[in-house]
């Protein structure tokens, strides 16, 4: 069985503030090896569960932080940005039997989670997928269900696990943190939090032919609102979007991958607000 593993940096044990995700400051040599260290207990506990090959998709910020050297030599690498059209889950297809995701945060205006925000914190305030605020959780598990690939593993902060247990059928959670707040969490120690992860994996690798896609019924009502009206001025430059306030943008559609499209398109709009 082919296994997709994204993996981003907030929802990593040890990081809390916004400094340790951040290029350029003196702490992100270290949240990145962090990062790696938990991706290679993902990927340990894949081939451990039955995994026959394991990509490895860095899903953080510009999305080459995973150390290559340190990676588990047997896993592939996608690395690199922008990644279009799928970013978190760029590479992604049917041939993969389950999707693990490692270092998940909770979304956008969650209370007391660690680095809470979805997709681009400078530029969207909330996402909605029919009126329902979604995480880069439920998004990227829907995109993934698009092509019949369940979601086997979340690992993150206690927030976001709490949500993909809810929302995504059968899904393992491995909470890591716990959050105090936007910047503060209680955390286990690394070396627990990677054994946690590696059992975690090796559980939803080998339970995977239980489990069932994330596929939420269409059509799909995609929403933003974004930080400012000048941002949203922008978005609307995206053909088929409506404007339906100052800062709110809708684009409707039966196609769930056609509408993250729209989202991802409206994103990267949006970050050229002076
Ligand atoms: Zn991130």
């Known amino acids: 069985m082919k296994v997709f593993i994204s993996v981003d940096m907030e929802g990593i044990a040890g990081i809390a503030h916004g400094r340790q995700v ?19 207990a993902a990927v340990a506990g894949s081939f451990e569960g039955g995994a026959s090959s394991v ?17 588990d030599a047997r896993a592939e690498l996608t690395l690199g940005s922008p990644k279009v059209p799928l ?10 039997g389950v999707a693990l995701f490692v270092g998940y945060h909770a979304a956008a205006g ?13 530029t969207l305030h909330d996402v909605r997928v029919n009126g329902e605020s979604f995480s880069e959780a439920e998004l990227n ?18 927030k976001i696990c709490e949500v993909a247990f809810k929302r995504l059928p059968g899904v393992r959670t491995v909470a890591v943190k716990e959050g ?42 995609f929403e933003v609102d974004l930080m400012r009206s000048g941002m949203a001025d922008l978005c609307f430059l995206v053909p088929g979007s ?3 306030g100052p800062r709110t943008l809708l684009f409707e559609t039966e196609d769930f991958l056609e509408g993250f499209r729209c989202l991802l398109a409206w994103m990267y709009l949006a970050s050229n607000d002076s």
């Open 110 to 122: 969650t209370e007391a989670a660690v680095l809470d925000h979805t997709y681009s914190g400078r």
């Open 87 to 96: 970013s978190m889950m760029q590479g992604l297809g049917p041939e993969f």
């Open 242 to 244: 409506r404007r339906t």
């Open 180 to 221: 105090y707040g936007a910047a503060v969490a209680r955390s286990l120690h690394p070396s627990a939090a990677r054994a946690a992860i590696r059992e975690g994996a090796a559980a939803a690798v080998g339970g995977a032919s239980d489990l069932e896609p994330f596929r939420p019924p269409g059509p799909y009502r």
């Open 141 to 158: 598990a829907a995109v993934a269900g698009t092509f019949g690939v369940p979601v086997g593993l979340v690992t993150g902060d206690d």
């Open 55 to 71: 990509v490895v998709n860095d899903s953080h910020g510009d999305m080459y932080n995973l150390l290559q050297e340190a990676l």
């Open 22 to 40: 951040s290029r350029g400051s003196d702490d992100y040599p270290e949240s990145r090896r962090l990062m790696t260290e938990e991706a290679n």
